[in-house]
């Protein structure tokens, strides 16, 4: 999904990593956002929310908001049923640094 949207696998390998500096700032507060509504009790402060509304309009907030849900929603389900991953995704990093 990362690849459809456009990012690159040293990108992906790099959130997985928890290295997030080579995101850009709109992709590094959208982690934030993912981060803050899949901890246990999610909550997005009042500080998070205005940085995304300065970034987003309302109506791209929501469906941002809506996608992490769902995929957290996904994530979950797959825990009572211990889904593993697919191993579908292999980077295909170039040689290139």
């Known amino acids: ?27 590094r507060l959208v982690v934030d956002l993912a981060d803050a509504m899949v901890a246990t009790p999610a909550n997005i402060s009042d500080e998070l929310y205005g940085r995304l509304r300065a970034q987003f309009p309302e109506e791209q907030l929501m469906e941002l908001s809506a996608q992490i849900a769902f995929e957290n929603f996904r994530a979950r389900l797959n825990r009572v049923f211990d889904v593993g991953s697919d191993e579908l995704y292999k980077p295909a990093l170039s040689s290139n640094p």
């Open 1 to 27: 999904m990362g690849r459809k949207a456009g990012l690159s696998d040293e990108k992906l390998l790099a959130v997985c990593g928890g290295n997030l500096s080579i995101l850009t700032d709109t992709e």
